[in-house]
């Protein structure tokens, strides 16, 4: 299996890229929908977070009304 390294800022991602191959993925200036779409598409599986995603946010809504 290949390495890959996802990395939060411009500076990890300069310091990594040599080491494996390195995805720049910015925590604060994306939101979680933009992130794992991005993920998605690095990971060659667009299509297949989005369930997850909408499951995962079905729970917290729940958690946050009761």
């Keep these: 299996?290949?390495?890959l390294i996802i990395v939060p800022s411009e500076e990890t991602y300069q310091a990594l890229q040599k080491v494996a191959p390195t995805v720049y993925?910015?925590?604060e200036s994306m939101s979680v929908d933009e992130r794992l779409k991005k993920?998605?598409?690095v990971l060659g599986k667009?299509?297949?977070l989005?369930?997850?995603w909408q499951t995962s946010m079905q729970?917290?809504?729940k958690v946050r009304n009761d």
């Design 59 to 61: 729970k917290w809504k």
């Design 25 to 27: 993925i910015p925590h």
């Design 1 to 3: 299996m290949e390495q």
């Design 39 to 41: 993920l998605g598409e």
């Design 50 to 52: 989005k369930p997850y």
């Design 46 to 48: 667009e299509g297949s």
